[in-house]
């Protein structure tokens, strides 16, 4: 079901070591000299972070992408409320002497107005009520450069989790059947709102912030989702025969069976309104 607990707090002291080494997009690519996940490395792509660029990560994590982003040129500043990832992410940064990050909530961001070239959240708005959602979408629009890109991403997909998960589990053998509930469970803990379509062009119209919304073809994240290892050759039929036609962006499709959900915006320069 989808989530919305508007009026809880998540406490920090749940975003543990354990959870970013064991739960969190990446943790397995991270263990490899700070490697990115499929995700990560197109978030960076989409973002075209270039040298000079003063680039924000909100809810920075592990810090891999400040450190990827730092190593292509980018002035690099993170923010994150949890003590594990300030701490996971300064050992990350500590060859990287144009990376910062700072421990803060993400509203008010602790930066002025017009500071970033580039924005990304990635993975984090779910963690966050939709009132909270909305009001860091304005804190974004107001310390982002005028031209400069905001990118997001978000998983999982609301209607996968409500109406193809609940199928997709019996069929599972169960070693996998129990992974993917363990990791569900660990979601269920931090997740405040998950999104579909739908609720985040709400959030974005409701945030007045103009923004391209797309669910992301490539259901399979190139092969490497973890939670579709160690298939049995039934399920890779099936699989092979739903990716040939969501690569074509088969809407209708795509909005139950795509987990991976994306936004991004340009910021209007002032001349060009």
């Not at 995700?39 to 990827?68: A, M, N, T």
């Not at 990350?92 to 070239?117: M, R, V």
């Not at 569900?184 to 974005?204: D, S, T």
Request: aromatic share 12%; glycine share 6%; charged share 25%.
């Amino acid at each position: 079901m989808t989530k919305n607990r508007d009026n809880s707090e998540i406490k920090q002291s749940n975003y543990t070591e354990d959870y970013f080494f064991t739960c969190v997009d990446g943790f397995a690519e991270f263990k490899n000299n700070y490697g990115s996940s499929y995700i990560k490395k197109k978030e960076i792509s989409l973002l075209d972070v270039q040298p000079g660029l003063k680039f924000l990560d909100i809810g920075h994590g592990r810090g891999e992408i400040l450190y990827h982003c730092e190593k292509l040129g980018a002035f690099a500043y993170g923010v994150d409320y949890s003590d594990a990832a300030n701490s996971i992410a300064k050992n990350t940064l500590k060859q990287s002497p144009n990376a910062w990050i700072i421990k803060s909530n993400c509203e008010p961001l602790p930066f002025k107005d017009g500071t970033f070239d580039r924005i990304l959240v990635g993975d984090l708005i779910e963690h966050l009520s939709f009132e909270k959602g909305v009001r860091l979408l304005k804190e974004i629009s107001r310390v982002l450069a005028p031209g400069g890109y905001f990118l997001l991403h978000t998983s999982p997909n609301s209607l996968f989790m409500k109406f193809i998960y609940p199928i997709l589990i019996l069929f599972m053998d169960k070693k996998r059947r129990k992974g993917v509930i363990q990791h569900v469970n660990i979601q269920n803990k931090v997740h405040i709102h998950e999104y579909n379509y739908f609720n985040l062009k709400r959030l974005a119209k409701t945030a007045n912030f103009k923004a391209h919304i797309w669910i992301d073809a490539d259901i399979t994240r190139k092969g490497t989702f973890r939670h579709i290892n160690n298939l049995t050759e039934a399920e890779k039929i099936i699989i092979r025969l739903v990716t040939s036609v969501t690569k074509y962006r088969f809407m209708p499709i795509l909005i139950f069976l795509g987990n991976d959900l994306w936004m991004k915006s340009q910021k209007v320069s002032q001349c060009n309104r």
